[in-house]
């Protein structure tokens, strides 16, 4: 089945303890994105990557890392975390920039305590 | 940047059709795809409009005017499982940013 997994999906942890959301899809696709949804304010963009070591920020790239050194995994890191990461996070892949919308994973809810 | 605007929440009867509004101002603009996200639940795709015009899916159509920054979702004899929040998102210029609204939640009532 073509998915995008992540995990955890549900992770409290304490302020400063770094933390890795793993990310990884089976479909082969080239462009993966991590975004956050807060209540009022959608679904913000962090980081993409649009092929292998090849990323860039989104709108809120602040205190998050990623990693793409192959194609199928995207980790998103927090080195420290803070209550202002509380957040509902999503990793999604697409195939390409033509027709193609985005595949997302389940969501991972992160409580930073 | 982008800029994208749409109804916080409406309302609609089963069986009936409803429209949500979508409009956006971008740097640039290279297409527009619509979202359903069922509460708990991860966003999916439902369409996407480069050129102007309607695109029609079964259901749902999806219609863009380029001109005015301007798109809507045209959901079709609702069902209760239509209620949901339907997010409209557009890419840039450069391919590769996704910009989202924030959302438009829609109840179906009996």
């Known amino acids: 089945e073509a998915q995008v997994t992540q995990n955890p999906r549900y992770l409290i942890t304490v302020t400063g303890k770094k933390l890795t959301v793993t990310c990884s899809q089976n479909?082969?696709?080239?462009?993966m994105s991590w975004y956050r949804q807060d209540p009022g304010l959608g679904l913000r963009q962090i980081y993409y990557s649009m092929n292998v070591e090849v990323t860039d920020k989104g709108d809120v790239p602040e205190g998050y890392k990623v990693s793409r050194k192959e194609k199928r995994n995207f980790p998103l890191i927090l080195e420290s975390p803070s209550p202002n990461q509380t957040s509902l996070y999503f990793c999604?892949?697409?195939?390409?920039?033509?027709?193609?919308?985005?595949?997302f994973g389940s969501g991972t809810r992160l409580t930073v305590v | 940047g982008q800029n994208i605007d749409q109804p916080t929440e409406m309302t609609a009867t089963e069986g009936a059709i409803v429209q949500i509004n979508c409009t956006y101002q971008?740097?640039?603009?290279?297409?527009l795809f619509w979202y359903q996200q069922h509460a708990g639940e991860a966003p999916t795709f439902l369409s996407y409009n480069v050129l102007d015009g309607l695109e029609e899916k079964g259901r749902f159509s999806s219609f863009l005017s380029r001109s005015k920054g301007y798109s809507y979702l045209l959901l079709k004899e609702l069902q209760m499982k239509d209620s949901a929040s339907y997010l409209c998102?557009?890419?840039?210029?450069?391919?590769?940013?996704?910009?989202f609204g924030t959302g438009t939640k829609l109840q179906v009532i009996p």
């Open positions: 971008t740097s640039g603009f290279n297409g």
């Open positions: 479909m082969n696709h080239e462009y």
């Open positions: 999604a892949s697409s195939a390409g920039t033509g027709y193609y919308g985005y595949t």
């Open positions: 998102a557009v890419r840039d210029g450069s391919y590769q940013k996704v910009t």
